[in-house]
């Protein structure tokens, strides 16, 4: 089972990265397998119907991948690997990831030769991380594989959560924990779905601040939720009671001004406390069945590119973002658009701590017992799935197609047109309307499917709102308070690189890929309806929506974050100005297949 695992994972890696590396580095070259067997010497046969060649100039080295799935917008799928051997003229399998390394190797000489030595420095982060990425996964996967439990269509909203095992295919490293060791994963890793309870720190009201725009306050919360496990639970009013991710609350002993606090008796470490948890797919975010709220705590984990810390500014976004939404009337005509909101937080303040550590996001829990059924990630959707299984995706339009006695391909159109309707259109409108942008990349963006089709989308993540400064006055006068975030203001033309890469990118296109990949509906079926529907936006919107739809739709080339070039750079998102990482351009599969329709029209009409 173990090598099994094994395998599934590094081919998992390797087609995580090498659909990285040809959008962010190099396209390499794309033949026909025929054209290429004639000039070609191969010992071995191979069934598909295109080649991908890349070259490694700096190593004269070459590789050529055979296409199981070629994708006009979203994740490209390669067979077997193959590497030139000059000695022997001819090309020979190579092995997965030694094929990545060179790639990695590949990286690092460029930045030699371009005189980028800082970068050069960072190529062992990115083998430790890669290595560490594949480690995880295949502990993921063999576990997955023991446990034999098929995916169902209608899980619930933990268990769909708890399902992504092998993470984000843009990312070169999707399931990097640094900082989480082997034995700590078992309770806290969702894949492995541990339970434990919160570490809980008694603190002096004094050194605590709190704000909610909920009736009760972050601290009646937390004493709430106790009491109900531990109903003679008594809080002296000169106190407040704060829970910890067991993670972080062993990292906070650890520290001077928290060693001192504890010796001056403002604070008192109580330890394992109330509910059990869960963690969900962020990690960071615990979940329980029958609790109010989630908890977003920081943890002493690097989580794919950044060591997760709530920062000051992202509490009080969390505050002034549940308000403005309060305030604004765009859920009440988008009903089947929901944000989950961050109505509550709470910490405790050091002098000389710009963040202690202590920083808590309590964010609204839609999906207690009862109403957790059918709740879906779309990241969880669009998973690959395990060897002889099918995709969650691919398992929801077979029931559907089943119930219906209707074909698998219109079933998917209508799926789509659902699915378009209450996440895409939902989140153009909102900008469009009011210039919040959201950064609604899968892991954000959640479905509920419990009727097979997409009823309702649901918006989290309070580090990913981007309003216009355009919109600025406007927003400000429905709410003063946001006079306190001013960062969450962006130019837009920083916004519209950001949105089209969360929004199309990393959501839109991936939905469209999979179900591509999974034979249920041609691309070009689903691409061109999405054009079409862009034009129809384009002609209603009267705001800042119009602009963003016309330049999707006319510019050649489009936003792209570079995982891999940020990786590669070691930057770490949270830290950089701005939470910039590093993006580029590439292709845009609109013009592309408006130029292909466009073809195939004055070809039909020259006969």
Avoid at 156 to 167: V, Y
Avoid at 401 to 425: G, M, N, P
Avoid at 580 to 588: D, E, G, H, S
Wanted: charged share 25%; aromatic share 12%; glycine share 4%.
């Amino acid at each position: 089972m173990q090598q099994i695992a094994k395998q599934v994972a590094e081919d998992a890696t390797f087609q995580a990265f090498i659909n990285c590396y040809i959008r962010e580095v190099s396209s390499g070259h794309w033949v026909k397998k025929d054209e290429w067997l004639e000039v070609q010497r191969l010992s071995i046969s191979i069934p598909e119907i295109h080649i991908l060649e890349l070259e490694l100039p700096l190593q004269n080295i070459c590789f050529a991948f055979s296409v199981e799935y070629k994708s006009l917008v979203g994740r490209h799928r390669f067979g077997v690997s193959l590497k030139y051997c000059a000695k022997q003229k001819q090309w020979l399998v190579e092995d997965k990831l030694t094929i990545v390394i060179a790639l990695i190797q590949e990286l690092r000489l460029m930045s030699k030769e371009n005189g980028c030595t800082e970068l050069y420095s960072h190529f062992d982060e990115l083998i430790l991380r890669i290595i560490e990425s594949y480690q995880t996964m295949a502990n993921y996967i063999e576990k997955s594989l023991e446990n034999k439990k098929p995916s169902e269509v209608n899980n619930t909203f933990i268990e769909t959560e708890q399902s992504l095992i092998f993470g984000h295919w843009l990312h070169p490293t999707p399931k990097s924990r640094q900082g989480m060791a082997n034995w700590q994963q078992i309770d806290f890793a969702p894949e492995l779905q541990g339970s434990f309870q919160l570490h809980y720190f008694q603190v002096d009201r004094k050194i605590v601040r709190e704000l909610s725009v909920l009736e009760k306050s972050a601290s009646e919360l937390i004493i709430q939720s106790i009491v109900k496990s531990q109903p003679d639970f008594v809080m002296s009013k000169k106190h407040c009671l704060i829970p910890m991710h067991p993670l972080q609350a062993q990292w906070l002993l650890q520290q001077p001004y928290v060693k001192q606090a504890l010796a001056e008796g403002l604070l008192k470490y109580e330890g394992a406390l109330g509910a059990f948890y869960t963690a969900t797919s962020s990690i960071r975010t615990v979940y329980s069945l029958n609790e109010e709220m989630m908890y977003k705590f920081s943890i002493p984990v690097k989580i794919t590119n950044s060591l997760r810390v709530n920062r000051t500014h992202e509490l009080k976004a969390g505050i002034v973002m549940a308000r403005l939404m309060n305030k604004i009337d765009f859920l009440q005509k988008h009903t089947s658009f929901r944000m989950i909101d961050d109505p509550a937080y709470i910490t405790v303040e050091f002098p000389d701590q710009t963040e202690s550590g202590f920083e808590i996001i309590f964010r609204s829990n839609l999906f207690p017992k009862g109403r957790d059924e059918g709740i879906c990630m779309i990241a969880t959707l669009v998973q690959e799935p395990l060897p002889k299984e099918k995709s969650r995706l691919y398992q929801l339009i077979m029931k559907i197609s089943q119930t219906e006695f209707r074909s698998l391909e219109s079933v998917s159109l209508d799926w789509f047109k659902a699915y378009w309707d209450c996440a895409i259109e939902s989140l153009l409108n909102l900008y469009d309307e009011y210039g919040i942008a959201l950064e609604a990349h899968q892991q954000n963006s959640i479905l509920n499917v419990a009727s097979g089709y997409p009823t309702t989308y649901y918006y989290r993540d309070n580090q990913g709102y981007y309003l216009s400064k355009k919109y600025e006055k406007e927003l400000l006068t429905i709410e003063s308070s946001l006079h306190e975030t001013e960062e969450l203001f962006y130019e837009d033309a920083l916004i519209q690189d950001r949105f089209t890469y969360y929004l199309f990118m990393n959501q839109l296109f991936p939905v469209i890929s999979r179900f591509g990949a999974d034979q249920l509906i041609d691309e070009k079926i689903l691409l061109q309806w999405s054009i079409n529907r862009l034009h129809v936006l384009k002609e209603e919107f009267t705001g800042l929506g119009k602009a963003f739809v016309e330049n999707i739709l006319k510019q050649e080339k489009l936003a792209f974050k570079a995982n891999l070039l940020t990786r590669f750079h070691d930057v770490d998102e949270l830290e950089a100005e701005l939470e910039q990482a590093v993006y580029t351009k590439i292709p845009n599969p609109f013009i592309l297949q408006n130029q292909e329709a466009e073809y195939a029209t004055a070809t039909a009409f020259s006969f």
